[in-house]
């Protein structure tokens, strides 16, 4: 078997040549395709009628003579195949003399084989042709979205939306490329089997019909024959067995690759940073380029590769690069233009051409700054440029990227003669000003004194529940709470993680009596949490208490926009404040550990009569607390974005921890919680207040009551009196 010219290992990266060589294939097997479907036509011609036998069969004959003539592209196994079907047409002229009826035999054989590899193989090649070229656009389509991310304007909805499309974008473009490439691979091998199977089933079907005719039946051709079925058969089996070898190479790839497909992940994954190799000397990747237009400029997405001392530049579309700039002396540094991340600037060495290019991510950017700047320094001409390239880092000392980076990312603030301010400054203050678009459309529902009970609510609340805005990067203020440390720590195994609530269902349609109907599919099992399939285990995510609705007569009413990271149940007996922070960090580690990325975007309505988490797209409750079972609501010392509260059931008894990550602060959130908390309680002693001066006042009115029956006057007898009296005598 010749040697596979598609590598899976290239399609992640999709450069030019990989894409010139795909498109090599695709002609070769669009040639291949348009001759099968010729084949085929013929083969139905044979098994069509019968008075055309002959004429059908000679047809054949003329149309496999055309096998020479015919230029493929790639040329695999053209001369074995060519050979082999000459030595076959003489045969076939052969059997071209005789009129017979083989329609039954020839339709369960030739038309059989000549139709599965139309239908399976060369089928299964158009549609992963369309499924590649509509991958390859959404691909694109992504990495610009991506790449169009305001830096300064920061929104981490739009860049998790963003993140997450080019993940599945890049992820379903290298899946469908290598299959693709796989399957483009295999066809060379199945071509043999496509177009030598049919004839020979063709040839199997006339001897076995003329098995009497001397003439046609002859030892040697079908010894010929059985030899040339059995090579196709143990072909196909090898050909089976490379398929399922691409399946479990791509599988390996896949998994390889996923850091690959997110350039820049958010820290709520936790994922590595990549080391950056500063001693290269040579360097690829796509970047985009930046343009002058008419009025605006443009960016363009091109594969950038350095030769020697040149940058050159190559689209998809051409077979070769073609020099772009000279890096000998040149200057490259960060630069800050167009709103744009990871971009920077080469200048040549005259100063009169420079160039802004645009990396896809930061540990990109640098890469190709450090290798411009060792090729900028010539020791691409030395004989081991990387040991060069170590040297020059050795002598230079550790570099301060953070420093460089800073001073070149500085800004002017508008309105603030000479102050700078770095785009990190600018972007705390953009998402000040700028909320969600959830919480402007409901900011008719917070109060006017919102900032009023926000301060009543700090003064009621004990000193330990008070929110600690100051200092939160001083640990030893907060020795229950976690550091940035405790992520990694290990999962805990005591009690399982909910990742997901229950689907959304309406408020007034009750809930099916058996727990086991309350369990979503999308509940993972903890790995390390036991199961007895025997003894019946009661499930704690299960909500037991009385949903509870707000009404409109409320006196107090927020909603902010939350994504819910998990829940589980916590010790009756745990420190409130400790066990928040620990419910969080096992969150997190454990939904790096299961690869679980992705969170559910839920809107956290808040009243003085419940907490509800409701659903954005149907506006269902996912779930429902009264406000008097929140106990304690906290922040993450070292993300005040990271949130959580745990709830008393109603029922049970038990606590549970629910966990949340927010676009707002924190601390915010957890104040409007504890708001509700002290106004529900005050509601409450209110009422008891009231029904206690309502027994007070009926029992002051009973008691003046007995005291002015006590003095009253002997009067005239009633008529009730007179009425028993007379009742009495006639008795």
């Given at each position: 078997?010749?040697?596979?010219?598609?590598?899976?290992?290239?399609?992640?990266?999709?450069?030019?040549?990989?894409?010139?060589?795909?498109?090599?294939y695709?002609?070769?097997?669009?040639?291949?395709?348009?001759?099968?479907?010729?084949?085929?036509?013929?083969?139905?011609?044979?098994?069509?009628?019968?008075?055309?036998?002959?004429?059908?069969?000679?047809?054949?004959?003329?149309?496999?003579?055309?096998?020479?003539?015919?230029?493929?592209?790639?040329?695999?196994?053209?001369?074995?195949?060519?050979?082999?079907?000459?030595?076959?047409?003489?045969?076939?002229?052969?059997?071209?003399s005789?009129?017979?009826?083989?329609?039954?035999?020839?339709s369960?054989?030739?038309?059989?084989?000549?139709?599965?590899?139309?239908?399976?193989?060369?089928?299964?090649?158009?549609?992963?042709?369309?499924?590649?070229?509509?991958?390859?656009?959404?691909?694109?389509?992504?990495?610009?979205?991506?790449?169009?991310?305001?830096?300064?304007?920061?929104?981490?909805?739009?860049?998790?939306?963003?993140?997450?499309?080019?993940?599945?974008?890049?992820?379903?473009?290298?899946?469908?490329?290598?299959?693709?490439?796989s399957?483009?691979?295999?066809?060379?091998?199945?071509?043999?089997?496509?177009?030598?199977?049919?004839?020979?089933?063709?040839?199997?079907?006339?001897?076995?019909?003329?098995?009497?005719?001397?003439?046609?039946?002859?030892?040697?051709?079908?010894?010929?024959?059985?030899?040339?079925?059995?090579?196709?058969?143990?072909?196909?089996?090898?050909?089976?067995?490379?398929?399922?070898l691409?399946?479990?190479?791509?599988?390996?790839?896949?998994?390889n690759?996923?850091?690959?497909?997110?350039?820049?992940?958010?820290?709520?994954?936790?994922?590595?940073?990549?080391?950056?190799?500063?001693?290269?000397?040579?360097?690829?990747?796509?970047?985009?380029?930046?343009?002058?237009?008419?009025?605006?400029?443009?960016?363009?997405?091109?594969?950038?590769?350095?030769?020697?001392?040149?940058?050159?530049?190559?689209?998809?579309?051409?077979?070769?690069?073609?020099?772009?700039?000279?890096?000998?002396?040149?200057?490259?540094?960060?630069?800050?233009?167009?709103?744009?991340?990871?971009?920077?600037?080469?200048?040549?060495?005259?100063?009169?051409?420079?160039?802004?290019?645009?990396?896809?991510?930061?540990?990109?950017?640098?890469?190709?700054?450090?290798?411009?700047?060792?090729?900028?320094?010539?020791?691409?001409?030395?004989?081991?440029?990387?040991?060069?390239?170590?040297?020059?880092?050795?002598?230079?000392?550790?570099?301060?990227?953070?420093?460089?980076s800073?001073?070149?990312?500085?800004?002017?603030?508008?309105?603030?003669p000479?102050?700078m301010?770095?785009?990190?400054?600018?972007?705390?203050?953009?998402?000040?000003?700028?909320?969600?678009?959830?919480?402007?459309?409901?900011?008719?529902?917070?109060?006017?004194m919102?900032?009023?009970l926000?301060?009543?609510?700090?003064?009621?609340?004990?000193?330990?529940?008070?929110?600690?805005?100051?200092?939160?990067?001083?640990?030893?203020?907060?020795?229950?709470?976690?550091?940035?440390?405790?992520?990694?720590?290990?999962?805990?195994q005591?009690?399982?993680?909910?990742f997901?609530?229950?689907?959304?269902?309406?408020?007034?349609?009750?809930?099916?009596?058996?727990?086991?109907?309350?369990?979503?599919?999308?509940?993972?099992?903890?790995?390390t949490?036991?199961?007895?399939?025997?003894?019946?285990?009661?499930?704690?995510?299960?909500?037991?208490?009385?949903?509870?609705?707000?009404?409109?007569?409320?006196?107090?009413?927020?909603?902010?926009?939350?994504?819910?990271?998990?829940?589980?149940?916590?010790?009756?007996?745990?420190?409130?404040?400790?066990?928040?922070?620990?419910?969080?960090?096992?969150?997190?580690?454990?939904?790096?550990?299961?690869?679980?990325?992705?969170?559910?975007?839920?809107?956290?309505?808040?009243?003085?009569?419940?907490?509800?988490?409701?659903?954005?797209?149907?506006?269902?409750?996912?779930?429902?607390?009264?406000?008097?079972?929140?106990?304690?609501?906290?922040?993450?010392?070292?993300?005040?974005?990271?949130?959580?509260?745990?709830?008393?059931?109603?029922?049970?008894?038990?606590?549970?921890?629910?966990?949340?990550?927010?676009?707002?602060?924190g601390?915010?959130?957890?104040?409007?919680?504890?708001?509700?908390?002290?106004?529900?309680?005050?509601?409450?002693?209110?009422?008891?207040?009231?029904?206690?001066?309502?027994?007070?006042?009926?029992?002051?009115?009973?008691?003046?009551?007995?005291?002015?029956?006590?003095?009253?006057?002997?009067?005239?007898?009633?008529?009730?009196?007179?009425?028993?009296?007379?009742?009495?005598?006639?008795?």
């Amino acid at each position: 078997m010749a040697s596979d010219l598609l590598q899976l290992e290239d399609c992640l990266e999709d450069s030019p040549q990989t894409r010139a060589l795909i498109g090599v294939y695709e002609k070769d097997s669009d040639i291949l395709l348009q001759y099968a479907q010729e084949l085929h036509i013929m083969c139905r011609r044979v098994t069509s009628a019968q008075l055309e036998l002959t004429n059908a069969t000679q047809d054949l004959a003329d149309k496999l003579r055309d096998f020479q003539s015919v230029k493929f592209v790639v040329g695999n196994q053209d001369e074995v195949i060519g050979s082999t079907l000459t030595q076959l047409v003489t045969n076939i002229d052969e059997i071209s003399s005789y009129n017979a009826v083989l329609q039954a035999q020839l339709s369960e054989s030739m038309d059989y084989h000549t139709s599965q590899f139309l239908n399976k193989d060369l089928n299964e090649y158009l549609r992963l042709k369309a499924s590649f070229a509509t991958s390859d656009k959404l691909h694109e389509e992504a990495v610009a979205k991506l790449a169009r991310i305001s830096k300064k304007k920061h929104n981490e909805k739009s860049s998790q939306e963003a993140t997450d499309q080019l993940y599945a974008s890049r992820k379903s473009f290298h899946n469908t490329s290598m299959l693709y490439c796989s399957c483009l691979n295999t066809l060379q091998n199945k071509k043999k089997i496509g177009l030598l199977r049919p004839v020979i089933s063709f040839l199997q079907s006339q001897i076995a019909f003329f098995r009497m005719g001397s003439e046609v039946s002859k030892v040697e051709l079908e010894q010929v024959l059985g030899k040339l079925s059995s090579d196709l058969s143990q072909l196909e089996k090898e050909t089976d067995e490379t398929r399922e070898l691409y399946v479990e190479k791509m599988d390996k790839l896949d998994a390889n690759s996923t850091r690959s497909y997110i350039p820049d992940p958010p820290a709520s994954m936790n994922f590595p940073d990549l080391p950056v190799d500063r001693a290269r000397t040579q360097i690829s990747s796509y970047l985009f380029y930046r343009s002058r237009g008419t009025i605006l400029s443009q960016w363009h997405r091109c594969y950038f590769f350095t030769q020697g001392g040149n940058l050159m530049m190559q689209s998809k579309t051409e077979l070769a690069g073609q020099l772009f700039m000279d890096l000998d002396g040149c200057n490259v540094n960060f630069v800050d233009v167009d709103d744009r991340k990871h971009a920077f600037q080469v200048m040549s060495s005259d100063g009169r051409h420079s160039v802004i290019l645009q990396a896809e991510s930061k540990h990109k950017c640098e890469e190709w700054i450090a290798t411009i700047r060792n090729i900028a320094a010539g020791l691409y001409l030395h004989d081991n440029p990387r040991q060069a390239a170590i040297k020059a880092l050795k002598a230079q000392g550790p570099p301060d990227d953070n420093l460089s980076s800073s001073q070149s990312n500085l800004e002017l603030v508008p309105g603030i003669p000479g102050q700078m301010v770095t785009p990190e400054d600018q972007k705390t203050s953009d998402e000040q000003q700028h909320s969600s678009s959830f919480e402007s459309k409901h900011e008719s529902l917070r109060p006017s004194m919102f900032e009023r009970l926000k301060m009543a609510a700090t003064s009621f609340m004990a000193p330990e529940e008070k929110p600690q805005r100051e200092s939160r990067s001083n640990s030893t203020s907060n020795v229950n709470e976690p550091s940035e440390s405790s992520f990694d720590a290990k999962i805990d195994q005591t009690e399982p993680i909910l990742f997901d609530l229950p689907s959304p269902v309406s408020e007034t349609k009750e809930l099916p009596k058996d727990d086991s109907t309350n369990q979503t599919a999308s509940e993972p099992t903890h790995p390390t949490a036991a199961s007895d399939t025997n003894q019946p285990r009661h499930n704690p995510f299960t909500s037991e208490q009385p949903a509870v609705i707000d009404t409109d007569e409320a006196a107090f009413k927020a909603m902010f926009v939350v994504r819910f990271l998990g829940c589980r149940r916590v010790g009756e007996d745990a420190h409130l404040d400790s066990s928040i922070a620990e419910t969080i960090c096992h969150v997190m580690a454990a939904r790096a550990y299961h690869k679980m990325f992705r969170m559910n975007e839920l809107h956290l309505a808040i009243s003085d009569c419940a907490v509800r988490l409701v659903d954005p797209a149907t506006q269902f409750n996912r779930e429902s607390f009264p406000a008097s079972s929140v106990l304690r609501a906290k922040t993450l010392a070292d993300n005040p974005r990271l949130l959580g509260f745990i709830v008393k059931q109603v029922n049970t008894s038990q606590l549970m921890c629910y966990t949340f990550e927010s676009n707002a602060d924190g601390d915010d959130v957890c104040c409007a919680i504890n708001t509700a908390r002290v106004m529900e309680q005050s509601k409450i002693e209110h009422e008891e207040n009231s029904k206690q001066r309502q027994i007070e006042n009926d029992l002051e009115a009973q008691s003046r009551m007995i005291a002015a029956s006590e003095t009253k006057p002997p009067e005239a007898e009633t008529q009730e009196e007179v009425d028993s009296k007379e009742s009495g005598d006639a008795a």
